[in-house]
């Protein structure tokens, strides 16, 4: 997935957040550049720290799902909306963090 941490600052603040703390994006950010994982694995290290670390003020699943259907566009695929945003809702209100479960969810939502 092509975005940099700046961009995802940009995007958060244009939802009206602000960076609390980053160290949990800085390991997603990490976890983007490891060649041995998959791209929906590495969207699902970005999300986690979104959706349940809270990194932001304010928009944090404004932001996360923003960053899903960029995912969505850059590797041209399919989005169910609906059962997109059930998962990003439900992620964030269970703190699922386990990232095989939050995966599975991203993958039955963007074919």
């Keep these: 997935m092509k975005i940099s941490k700046q961009e995802l600052l940009r995007i958060n603040y244009g939802f009206g957040g602000n960076l609390r703390n980053g160290s949990s994006l800085d390991y997603a950010f990490d976890k983007l550049g490891d060649r041995k994982l998959g791209p929906y694995k590495k969207l699902a290290y970005l999300l986690r720290a979104i959706l349940v670390d809270h990194p932001f003020s304010d928009g944090n699943k404004r ?14 695929k399919q989005v169910d ?8 809702v439900s992620i964030a209100k269970q703190n699922i963090q386990d990232i095989r479960n939050i995966e599975y969810r991203i993958k039955n939502a963007i074919k």
């Design 63 to 76: 932001t996360a799902s923003y960053v899903a259907l960029a995912f969505t566009h850059e590797k041209k």
């Design 81 to 88: 909306m609906d059962l997109l945003i059930h998962h990003i």
